[in-house]
């Protein structure tokens, strides 16, 4: 069974700091992708970075990066220099070759200024 | 103005009653999505459809259906089967530059029943 287990259901970060969302997920595929969206309170779904599971190279997008561990089937977020926009509700997602996407519950993201 | 849209935003039902949520996309996208999603919860897809003409059952489809009788148009009837249809319902498509991977979100419709 495809899963995907987000454990952390709200964090919260101060203005222009770093905070890092975990995600682990479990597929027996050996292609596939995962991806990051944000759903802000407007409940719009964004798509935030995306990683094919064959390149070894984490991806970046601006202040958001990744930390990829195929092995350990690990998937976490890093947000650098959180701003007030980036309050919302983050998914960590895993499409398997059926074009399915798998969510996970979404973890809650508080920026404080 | 390109992109995906859905609508209604809200929808009201009556028990017993089908209701038909639009999703119109002008990407060119060949693939389409529905998913719900439960307060506090993840989306769980409901169908999806690779090409015109063909679609394929989700993980949660019962007392659903849809038609894909055009590229750009993906509807999805809410029927009396349902039996708890309260939700907010994304659409989504995948396609063009970045092919099949990625899939793209409308901005939802709300609906609940009465």
């Known amino acids: 069974a495809q899963t995907v287990t987000q454990s952390q259901p709200e964090m919260s970060v101060q203005e222009a700091e770093t905070v890092t969302l975990s995600c682990t997920y479990d597929t027996s595929e050996s292609n596939y992708y995962l991806f990051w969206y944000k759903q802000p309170p407007s409940r719009q779904m964004i798509l935030v970075i995306r990683?094919?599971?064959?390149?070894?190279q984490n991806a970046t997008e601006n202040r958001f990066s990744v930390n990829f561990q195929k092995a350990a089937k690990s998937f976490s977020l890093k947000i650098s220099d959180s701003q007030l926009g980036d309050t919302a509700m983050y998914f960590c997602a895993l499409r398997i070759n059926t074009g399915k996407l798998i969510f996970g519950q979404g973890t809650t993201l508080q920026v404080k200024p | 103005d390109g992109g995906i849209t859905q609508s209604p935003k809200y929808l009201f039902r009556k028990e017993g009653q089908n209701v038909t949520l639009s999703c119109e996309q002008n990407?060119?996208?060949?693939?389409m999505y529905w998913y719900r999603q439960d307060p506090g919860q993840g989306l769980r897809l409901i169908y999806y459809s690779q090409i015109v003409n063909d679609f394929q059952k989700g993980d949660i489809a019962e007392g659903y259906s849809v038609s894909r009788e055009k590229k750009e148009s993906f509807p999805l009837t809410v029927t009396s089967a349902q039996k708890n249809p309260t939700a907010f319902y994304l659409c989504?498509?995948?396609?063009?530059?970045?092919?099949?991977?990625?899939?793209?979100f409308g901005p939802g419709t709300r609906l609940t029943v009465l």
């Open positions: 990407l060119n996208h060949d693939a």
């Open positions: 989504a498509t995948s396609g063009g530059a970045l092919g099949a991977d990625t899939q793209y």
């Open positions: 990683q094919e599971a064959y390149k070894q």
